[in-house]
């Protein structure tokens, strides 16, 4: 895996392996397991999933940029407040930005839309990425990493909202005598759902490996941010 | 004594950090309140929005709608447009048709769930005295459970004139408006619980009371005056 390579000299495959990351070899739910307080709070809904997930890639994308333009001028005494500085200011503007956009998804969301400032992914990627890489690069990573985040959201999200409620994106799929699983929408039902795409990622990941396709997916778990 | 010295490690001065500290704090000041200015007029166009939907679903054929408060001491008074509310009086929406006839009152009520406070909006009407329905303003209630509210077909059935009569000196309800045990309604002033979301129901039941109870004293006496758009 060369994605870490400060070096390497071929711009565009380099850019879109940047962006590439996030969205499957270090895919941020399913390979790092970062963010998981969004990831099990919200997910109740496919579209609150995706509207969690593009809120975090704008604040991902915004603060990125931001600390890798000024990456060379921030004292790495003061870079953590610096960071969270950043990214708060983006959680804000991004919590204006819904209100403004939909009442009823700000409402949906709630507090989670706050506590992006707390999600790890984001501070883990400003810190491990967008402080050593110049703008476009890591705008892209962090841009690819909040796609990936989405992706992941979603997949639960669709998941939960399915069996939960009987409807995918507010659409009834089995008609009005379909008993919801009332538990996948409830907190353990996103603990569930979670644990079944991990486990399907596994048997996808052993399964490659013993192929002899030698693990990148497999790998991605040891590479944390 | 030897003099070695162990390289120092790079020291940031203070004034540097300083600075640093305060351009970012400028730099996302700026971008803060640059959003909210860009984004406050679209903000408060959705909360009206918002508010005159949730007033029209429980007075369906209301085509505009006008601000008042109820006094605690008795009495009412329109609202001032933009002004906050006092928090002594009740807030109420008198809904108006075409032809700036009244069709019917709006109020919102608010009760601790099993959550948190649900609120709702309830549509008065005041020719049966009753309370011809409900929608939900804001609620954090069980997924599935709780918030069957919303949806639950058997539950809205109950807010098909609930009465709300006075009695005879107009000082409070005649009778409390309660909720009961799913199955168990037997008066028009009953609400019929949800099974399995008793908690929540009882919650709207104690909030429709609540409200009733402090609002309609107020009103109904001046009703005439509402009559007709001002």
Known sequence: MSANSPGSTQAAPRNMEEFMEGIWERNPVFVMV??????????????????????????????????????????????????????????TVVEYAIQAISLEVSEALGAYIELIVANCLVLGRAEAHAAKFPPLAATLNATGMGLGFTVGLTMIGAVREILGNGTLLGVSLFGPNFQPWVVMVLPPGGFFTMGAWLLLFAIYRDRKARRGGGGVAAQGASHGA | ??????????????????????????????????????????????????LERAVFKVVPQAKSIVEYYALPTGGIEQAKPGAE?????????????????????????????????????????????????????SMKETPGIGDKIRVDADFQANFKALDVKLKGDLSALANEVKTVKHGTKTNPWQIDAIAGATVTSRAVGKGINDAAQFLLPKLVPNLEKLKVRS
């Open chain 2, 1 to 50: 004594m030897s003099v070695e010295t162990i390289a120092a490690p790079q020291v940031t001065p203070t004034g540097q950090l300083l600075r640093v500290l305060g351009i970012v704090s400028a730099v996302c000041g700026l971008i803060i309140v640059g959003s909210y200015q860009l984004t406050l007029p679209a903000a408060n166009a959705n909360r009206r929005l918002a």
């Open chain 1, 34 to 91: 970062l963010g998981m307080c969004p990831t099990m709070a919200v997910t109740v809904s496919a579209i609150n999933s995706i509207s969690m997930g593009l809120a975090t890639t704008f604040v991902l994308a915004a603060s990125c940029w931001l600390v890798s333009v000024m990456r060379h001028m921030i004292p790495k005494e003061v870079r953590i407040a610096t960071y969270i500085v950043i990214i708060a200011t983006f959680v």
């Open chain 2, 85 to 137: 509310a006092p928090v002594t009086v009740a807030k109420f929406y008198a809904a108006y048709d075409d032809a700036g006839k009244l069709t019917g009152i709006a109020a919102e009520a608010g009760a601790k769930g099993y959550a948190d406070t649900v609120r709702i909006m309830f549509g008065y009407d005041p020719a049966c005295q009753c309370i011809n329905g409900i929608g939900v303003v």
